[in-house]
Nanobody, 119 residues
Framework: QVQLVESGGGLVQAGGSLRLSCAASGSILSINRMSWYRQAPGKQRELVAGIASGGRSNYADSVKGRFTISRDNAKNTVYLQMNNLKPEDTAVYYC?????????????WGQGTQVTVSS
């Protein structure tokens, strides 16, 4: 059994910062890519940022220069530092990870954490 648990969401004013965390637990043999997605009301879920096991990262254009993804492989945890937040960043943020649990890698998702940015 594998679980992803997110934390760190909340309400913040525009221009503020939040740091999201997502910890993977359970019977984990290895983790490849870890990612953050978000879904705003009435919109499709979109990729915010992803990071490979070796540390290479990529970002959506809308968050480049404001968000930073990082990971602690020893703790099976991925982080998303969000600075200079804007009202359009308001969404439920989900973490995802490609995890080797038994015989093959598969994608696991967290339950989501709400981020609300007020203007």
């Amino acid at each position: 059994q594998v679980q992803l648990v997110e934390s760190g969401g909340g309400l913040v004013q525009a221009g503020g910062s939040l740091r999201l965390s997502c910890a993977a637990s359970g019977s984990i043999l290895s983790i490849n890519r870890m990612s953050w997605y978000r879904q705003a009301p009435g919109k499709q879920r979109e990729l915010v940022a992803g990071i490979a096991s070796g540390g290479r990262s990529n970002y959506a254009d809308s968050v480049k220069g404001r968000f930073t993804i990082s990971r602690d492989n020893a703790k099976n945890t991925v982080y998303l530092q969000m600075n200079n937040l804007k009202p359009e960043d308001t969404a439920v943020y989900y973490c995802a990870a490609e995890i080797l649990h038994t015989v093959r890698f598969r994608d696991y998702w967290g339950q989501g954490t709400q981020v609300t940015v007020s203007s």
